[in-house]
């Protein structure tokens, strides 16, 4: 039986930097039944030269203006052919193993959508951390309160594909928060251990440039989804409110816990663990920062 195709979107702007380590991330998996949706703003540097080199991917481009983030995303959507899609920024990395991992447990269970904790990484520092544990995440943790589902770590059928309004476009910030709120809504979602993807740490990223925005986009992202599901203002207060105790239970209080155990363990082993990863991170998986050809060796 043929393996489950994935098609990984990836909207990018001036993405030449970053973008050569993205891409092998991807090859690394194997280039069999994967295909890149590469989705062009009219980059100015060397972007598209960056994509040129990689011809043992198959690649799907679309160069043009777009009005952000979102609008290239799903106009990527919009191409991709793949049974299974992930979207991955310009400058993240799909981790070692992540697509046989997700390809067993679609082939395996009955889910829409599979999901994990991130790692993230600063190479300028060579730093390499891990995100805030997600397990168990549902609708209403996602939606009441904010625990974002990490874009880089999220594969989902493409037959679930949801897109967003056109209004949606103007947001910067809370981008992804909005896109898979409406993605997982009333879908079936699993959790894995293995995480599947890690986030670039550098400076410019949209977090940091639109700051004074935050605060706005993520009341917008939840107003907007309220209205999707028709939900109430005064409805949406009282399960914040009656829901609250559980989420911080589940959320905060167990996660924080488990991290703790892990700092505990780190402490008595060393660190051994994490400094070995760290190391076959940053000396075995990660291309260099403005690489601009793929490396020969392909790690499966």
């Avoid at 550098?202 to 009341?219: M, V």
């Avoid at 051994?272 to 760290?278: S, V």
């Amino acid at each position: 039986m043929n393996p489950l195709s994935i098609s990984v979107v990836i909207p990018a702007y001036n993405a030449g930097p970053y973008l050569a380590a993205t891409l092998q991330s991807i090859l690394s998996q194997g280039a069999e039944d994967v295909e890149v949706v590469l989705v062009d703003g009219n980059s100015t540097d060397n972007t598209l030269a960056v994509a040129a080199a990689f011809s043992s991917l198959c690649i799907r481009l679309i160069s043009e203006p777009d009005r952000g983030q979102l609008d290239a995303l799903q106009k990527g959507l919009r191409k991709a052919s793949g049974d299974i899609i992930l979207w991955l920024n310009a400058d993240d990395v799909v981790m070692p193993g992540a697509f046989s991992e997700v390809r067993s447990i679609f082939a395996t269970r009955n889910v829409d959508f599979v999901y994990s904790d991130d790692a993230a990484f600063h190479e300028e520092c060579r730093g390499y951390y891990y995100g805030a544990p997600i397990r168990g995440l549902s609708d209403l943790d996602h939606f009441l309160f904010y625990r974002q589902l990490y874009s880089e770590c999220v594969y989902w059928k493409r037959s679930i594909t949801r897109y967003l309004p056109t209004d949606a476009y103007e947001y910067r910030v809370y981008t992804d928060y909005a896109f898979f709120l409406r993605l997982r809504w009333g879908r079936r979602g699993r959790w894995t251990d293995k995480r599947l993807g890690a986030f670039r740490i550098r400076e410019g990223q949209a977090s940091a440039q639109f700051r004074a925005r935050k605060r706005h986009e993520y009341l917008s992202v939840k107003k907007m989804h309220r209205e999707h599901i028709k939900m109430s203002r005064s409805a949406f207060v009282l399960a914040q409110i009656a829901y609250w105790p559980w989420f911080v239970v589940r959320q905060r209080v167990i996660p924080e816990l488990e991290r703790a155990m892990r700092r505990v363990l780190r402490f008595l082993t060393n660190d051994r663990k994490r400094i070995a990863e760290t190391d076959y991170f940053y000396s075995s998986w990660l291309l260099p920062v403005g690489s601009t050809r793929p490396r020969n060796d392909e790690i499966h």
